[in-house]
């Protein structure tokens, strides 16, 4: 899996949780840490 730059729209948050509205497809994910080290098409792990 590889990673791009996106924008986003955020309809809501409750807590540490985000409702994304607007930007991506259903089943795609987020890189929510370490994110600052990647750049566009770096090769990345998912883990639970």
């Known amino acids: 899996m590889t990673t791009e730059v996106r ?21 795609e994910q987020v890189v929510v840490r370490g994110q600052l080290r990647l750049a566009p098409g770096a090769k990345v792990t998912i883990r639970n």
């Open 7 to 27: 924008k986003v729209v955020v309809d809501r948050t409750d807590g540490d949780d985000s409702i994304i509205g607007k930007g991506l497809a259903r089943g």
